[in-house]
């Protein structure tokens, strides 16, 4: 059976940068496009960031473009990674990892919706302090 695990959350100073790892285990992870969502106290889930099987493409919501980059890494750890800089007190959230069975031949494809995606992780706390 598939499992998605999340790791490299924590707290970090407003400014600061962490990294989030996600690994898949039981399941093929090289063809699974990955995706990143984030769930504030008292907030919907929301997308934060995804990436097709093939790492050619990504997708980020409005509010962390140009401060977070998903990378993944097909070869070796088999692993998606969400690098997060300049964290704001916004950024707080329990960050989930997500994969997607079903996609293109060719890699290109992202998803951006929660219902688009079929395994989670648990999530991983992300507190950013002032």
């Known amino acids: 059976q598939m499992q998605v695990e999340e790791s490299g959350g924590g707290l970090v100073q407003a400014g600061g940068s962490l990294r989030l790892s996600c690994a898949v285990s039981?399941?093929?992870?090289?063809?699974?496009?990955m995706g990143w969502f984030r769930q504030a106290p008292g907030k919907e889930r929301e997308f934060v960031a995804a990436i097709s099987w093939s790492g050619d493409s990504t997708a980020y919501a409005d509010s962390v473009k140009g401060r977070f980059t998903v990378s993944r890494d097909n070869a070796n750890n088999a692993a998606v990674h969400l690098q997060m800089n300049s964290l704001k007190l916004e950024d707080t959230a329990v960050y989930s990892c997500a994969a997607r069975l079903l996609t293109d031949y060719a890699g290109t494809y992202y998803y951006l919706q929660e219902k688009e995606y079929d395994y989670w992780g648990r999530g991983t706390q992300v507190t950013v302090s002032s």
């Open positions: 039981g399941g093929t992870f090289r063809r699974y496009p």
